[in-house]
């Protein structure tokens, strides 16, 4: 079955960077995209941005243009996701999801990245 | 600016009742608009895409709807286990975006 599988939590220092893999089996890995979506403490969800897993070409949300770079290894069938410059306000559970037959169809289990001085 | 409007925030009902949540956007968005359902420490799960078509393994008491730009989600004959967050989404724009949410208790 699809799975999309995220690397464990993280904790940084405002202004440094942090880097979650997103490892996905179970699927055609060059067929559709992938998203990643963030969910602060207690708040809704926010699109940060897309890759597409064949020619690995992104769409990023404003919000993040600059400070957001995703990636992807065809080799191992991983995404990754580098988010830059870190605030407080950036701690948040960090999700991808699988853009498939259905927008977001598949999730990955959630990395809780806090930042923290 | 494109904004999604997810109502109500809170939608107490009872088991067995009909919970109706709506989702209205500024600006034509055809059919691209899909739900999903959540759970406290989980990721968010597919219920319906394309306005109305239930994901796979979906009960048949979840059923999408639109009419023009707004979109509801009805869930007939709560149960127990459906008691959840429930979020809208848009892909017709980017950047994509999300309703703020129904908490449905």
Not at chain 1, 92 to 114: E, F, I, K, M, N
Request: charged share 15%; glycine share 10%.
């Amino acid at each position: 079955q699809v799975r999309l599988v995220q690397s464990g939590p993280d904790v940084r220092r405002p202004g440094a960077s942090v880097n979650v893999s997103c490892k996905t089996s179970g699927y055609s890995f060059t067929s559709g995209g992938i998203s990643w979506v963030r969910q602060a403490p207690g708040q809704g969800l926010e699109w940060m941005g897309w890759i597409h897993v064949t020619n690995g070409a992104t769409v990023y949300a404003p919000k993040f243009q600059g400070r957001l770079t995703l990636t992807r290894e065809t080799s191992t069938t991983t995404v990754f996701m580098e988010l830059k410059s870190l605030r407080v306000d950036d701690s948040a559970v960090y999700y991808c999801a699988r853009d498939g037959d259905s927008p977001l169809d598949h999730w990955g289990q959630g990395t809780l990245v806090s930042v923290s001085s | 600016e494109f904004v999604l409007t997810q109502s109500p925030a809170t939608l107490s009902v009872s088991p067995g009742e009909t919970a109706t949540l709506s989702c209205k956007a500024s600006e034509s968005i055809g059919n691209n608009l899909v739900w999903y359902q959540q759970k406290p420490g989980q990721p968010p799960r597919l219920l319906v895409s394309g306005g109305s078509a239930r994901a796979a393994g979906i009960p048949a008491r979840f059923s999408g709807s639109r009419s023009g730009r707004e979109f509801t989600l009805t869930i007939s004959g709560l149960q127990s286990e459906d008691f959840a967050m429930y979020f809208c989404h848009q892909h017709n724009f980017s950047p994509r975006s999300f309703g703020q949410g129904t908490k449905v208790e």
